[in-house]
């Protein structure tokens, strides 16, 4: 849900010469610029450079401007490359720029809410169905920080139907990155949801069909992780859901994936699986099924995580599943 790079989730780097996104940033260079003064030597007053007086003027200037602001240009940056039939390089340039600082904005200020107020998801729907892939992944990593543990903007994205875009986009989609991101938007805005109508516009727009599609997708296994975490949560709230995930074969997938060259999303996997496993004889009757040999094949697996710090969950998952399968059996 940052990766690599020498900048840190809160944005300061001073070797770039980029000033830090929020306070705490500022403070974390503040510190850091001290710590000389906790050495042992006697403490020397030591004036700053002209570099890094200009370097945390700047920093000082964009902590005390107007956020609002700064969304709105953002927004209007944006918009107006949206707008034009004829856009330019720099326009292009400019419009991925300000996605990239709207996601900062939205991530480290909390300004979720005043994007929705400003009318920043007008530009929403039409870079979730752009023609490029960096426009489309850009919108659903946005749409992820939008509505996540927030009522208010999934209810914005409900209102004004954008669940179903976001899934027909997902279903036609073939970028991994904008697959991965798109997932994570869907499952941040239905999974935590309090809206009743998040889920049922989830379930008729099928959306779990749509989720098979994606694990029935050769790609990165991180997609695969974002879909089981989905799955595990939603049939957890939502027991009467494994029917629809049972019935679309989903658990047979799960059951191939799990069967690849182990990897880190066979955590997750196998949590699904167990997940849907649980108090639901559909699924206990796919598990039993001989040509999938779970028995032998969880035998092996738990065999093989043994003294695993790191898979001791998927192990505790597996014996877990393999109690319900010798259950099933017995009865």
Not at 27 to 43: G, H, I, R
Not at 199 to 220: E, I, M, R
Not at 251 to 263: A, N, R, S, T
Request: with cysteine.
């Amino acid at each position: 849900m940052a990766e690599g790079g020498s900048n840190d989730q809160n944005g300061q780097n001073d070797r770039s010469g980029r000033p830090p996104k929020n306070l705490q940033g500022l403070l974390k260079f503040c510190v850091e610029q001290t710590k000389a003064e906790d050495a042992p030597e006697p403490s020397r007053f030591r004036e700053l450079s002209p570099e890094r007086k200009e370097w945390l003027k700047k920093a000082l200037d964009e902590m005390t401007g107007d956020p609002v602001q700064e969304v709105k240009n953002h927004i209007k940056t944006v918009g107006v490359y949206l707008g034009s039939k004829e856009p330019t390089e720099e326009a292009r340039t400019n419009a991925l720029k300000a996605l990239e600082l709207l996601f900062d904005w939205c991530e480290s200020y909390d300004m979720a809410n005043d994007f929705l107020k400003i009318g920043g998801f007008s530009i929403l729907h039409e870079l979730m169905t752009h023609s490029e892939s960096e426009f489309r992944d850009h919108s659903f990593k946005l749409m992820s920080v939008l509505v996540q543990n927030n009522p208010v903007c999934q209810k914005a994205v409900v209102e004004d139907d954008l669940l179903p875009i976001m899934l027909q986009v997902l279903d036609s989609e073939h970028d991994p990155d904008v697959q991965f991101h798109a997932v994570q938007a869907i499952s941040c805005l239905v999974r935590d949801s309090l809206l009743e109508q998040a889920q049922q516009q989830f379930v008729a727009n099928n959306g779990f069909g749509v989720l098979k599609k994606v694990l029935q997708t050769p790609g990165p296994s991180k997609r695969v992780t974002k879909v089981a975490f989905f799955l595990m949560v939603m049939c957890n709230k939502n027991p009467q859901y494994k029917d629809t995930v049972c019935e679309q074969g989903i658990v047979e997938l799960l059951i191939q994936e799990l069967k690849q060259e182990h990897q880190q999303a066979h955590e997750q996997v196998m949590g699904a699986l167990l997940c849907l496993a649980k108090d639901h004889p559909p699924t206990q009757c796919v598990l039993c099924k001989p040509e999938h040999n779970m028995k032998q094949f969880l035998q092996e697996k738990i065999q093989h995580l043994q003294g695993k710090d790191e898979n001791q969950e998927e192990r505790e998952y597996a014996q877990e599943v393999l109690d319900i399968i010798e259950k099933t059996d017995d009865t």
